[in-house]
C-alpha cells in the first residue's frame, strides 16, 4: 500500500486548510485511515481516524470540533479538513493505514507540513 499526503502549507491562525492521502496498491487489505502529526521537538501524536467503510470515526481532543476526516472511496482518498487553525497545529502530518481498528498502522505516506503562523 503505498499512501501519498499532500495539501500542507503555510496559513494564518483561524484559516482553514484541507489535506488529502492517497491510497494506492493493495488498498484492499487496509481498513482504516488515520492522519497523526509530529511538531519539531516533540513525539508524533494521533489526530483523527476513519475506517475506509466510513464508520468508528475518532478524534484526538485536541482537534475535535475543528477537524473533520472524510473518505472518497471512489478515489481510495481520504481527507482531513482543518478549521480555525492554531499555531499550536503546527507540524507534519502523516496518513498512516492499518487492516483493522485494534492493528498497529504499518503503512505511512511522506507527510505534509502544516504551518500556521499567529
Known amino acids: 500500500v503505498q499512501l501519498q499526503a499532500s495539501g500542507g502549507g503555510l496559513v494564518q491562525a483561524g484559516d482553514s486548510l484541507t489535506l488529502s492521502c492517497a491510497a494506492s496498491?493493495?488498498?484492499?487489505?487496509?481498513?482504516?485511515l488515520g492522519w497523526f502529526r509530529q511538531a519539531p521537538g516533540k513525539e508524533r501524536e494521533f489526530v483523527a481516524r476513519i475506517l475506509w467503510s466510513g464508520g468508528f470515526i475518532y478524534y484526538a481532543d485536541s482537534v475535535k470540533g475543528r477537524f473533520t476526516i472524510s473518505r472518497d472511496n471512489a478515489k481510495n482518498t481520504v481527507y482531513l479538513q482543518m478549521n480555525s487553525l492554531k499555531p499550536e497545529d503546527t507540524a507534519v502530518y502523516y496518513c498512516?493505514?492499518?487492516?483493522?481498528?485494534?492493528?498497529?498502522?504499518?503503512?505511512w505516506g511522506q507527510g505534509t507540513q502544516v504551518t500556521v503562523s499567529s
Open positions: 498512516a493505514s492499518a487492516t483493522s481498528l485494534s492493528g498497529t498502522y504499518q503503512y
Open positions: 496498491g493493495r488498498t484492499a487489505s487496509t481498513a482504516v
